[in-house]
Structures are given as C-alpha cells and as structure tokens.
C-alpha cells in the first residue's frame, strides 16, 4: 500500500504544454508507445456504500496504442483499491490531496468485475481517457520522485501531478499555475461539472463512437 499525494491542472493547450515540459527536460515514460488508452469501471454496493465511505474500487484496462490503423494491444489490467482522500495544507498553504492506494496487476479484467458482481458488486460507472506520463530529467533532482500525467479526456484535458507536495509545487509553478490552479477533484466530479455546463445528463465518461483522439 502506498500514499498518494497529487493534484490535478487544467490543460487548454496541450501543444503548448508539452513544449513546457520538454523546456524541462521533460520525456515521456514509454512502455511500448507512451500515450496509453484507459477503460476504467468504478464497483460499488447497489447502495453506494464504498463512495459513501469515502473509498474507490476500480479495475483498469490499459491498452498501448500502436501501427499506422491505430489499434491498440492489451497492455495490462489494474486493481486499484483507494482510502478516504485528504486535503492537506503544508506549511506555505498549498492544497493537496492525499490517500492510501493500494494496487495489484492481475490477469483478466472480465473475470475479476464477474467475481466482484458475484458478490454483489456492480460496475455503475466507466470512464476513459489517454494518458501520457512524463517525467522531468536527472537535472532536476527535485522531481526525482515526481509524475506528470497528461490525461486527455471526454471532459477535458488536465495534468495530474503526483509526487512529493514540495515537487508538485514547484513543477506547478515551472508549467505556469498558480495554487488557485489547483484541482482536487476525482474524474467524476469534473465529468459531473462538464455536463451541467453543456446542459447534458451524466452517463459513463466515454469518448463518442468514432471520435476517440
């Protein structure tokens, strides 16, 4: 089990962004190619009673994108178990959020969510996205520990950055935010938000058919 501290970043350019990044020293973290398709279902009681707590229950499926047709190959699959968040404050004010994350690759995601439904669990909500992890050069030896995940999503794209609160701070302030910048809201949440903007119901965050980046 580990802890996780991050907070997450508007992203309106990404071109832009990534030009900041590279300015940096940045380079992505390649596992096969380094911008990696993500099918994420959320498990839950018929009573919501994991969300009420506070907790998260997800199975992942990462698939690397890859050839000139652009299809994808199974990469691996993700069990993701997450504590209550926190909002911290250190010492100068900065706002993070932090929880215990608990994880473990296993073998089939179809199998594990018949598992889970089999004891009474149900996938009430799927959302996608494309992640790009970048890390900073051996230069800045601050950011040793830190990741930058470029997530390209249905609601948007936003940077997620997860390391130690003193790293995330300054690579804050290297891309160009300031802590009034600073989002410490889950997936959903921000999928919620984006369809009271468009005046649209919720459902599953999901790219449109035929119209995934």
């Excluded at 229950?57 to 069990?79: A, C, D, F, Y």
Aim: net charge positive.
């Amino acid at each position: 089990m580990g802890k996780e501290t991050e907070i997450k970043l508007p992203v309106r350019d990404i071109k832009a962004f990534e030009r900041k990044v590279k300015k940096l020293g940045g380079k992505p973290v390649k596992t096969g190619n380094a911008r990696i398709h993500e099918l994420n279902v959320i498990f839950d009681t018929p009573d919501g009673g994991l969300a009420k707590h506070g907790q998260l229950l997800r199975i992942r499926t990462e698939s690397v994108q890859g050839g000139s047709k652009k299809k994808e190959t199974p990469h691996r699959v993700m069990l993701t178990f997450k504590q209550p968040a926190v909002r911290a404050v250190d010492e100068d004010g900065s706002r993070f959020k932090i929880r215990d994350e608990t994880e473990v690759e296993v073998a089939d995601a179809a199998t594990l969510g018949k598992i889970f439904e089999g004891l009474g669990l149900r996938g009430w909500f799927s959302y996608e996205k494309y992640r790009t992890t970048w890390k900073l050069g051996a230069a800045t030896r601050w950011a040793k520990d830190l990741l930058i995940e470029l997530d390209e999503t249905p609601a948007g794209t936003f940077v997620e950055l997860e390391g130690p609160p003193e790293a995330i701070e300054k690579a804050a302030e290297a891309l160009g935010y300031s802590r009034k910048d600073y989002l410490l809201k889950n997936y959903l949440e921000l999928y919620a938000e984006d369809c009271r903007r468009r005046g649209v119901p919720p459902g599953n965050m999901l790219f449109a058919s035929g119209k995934k980046k």
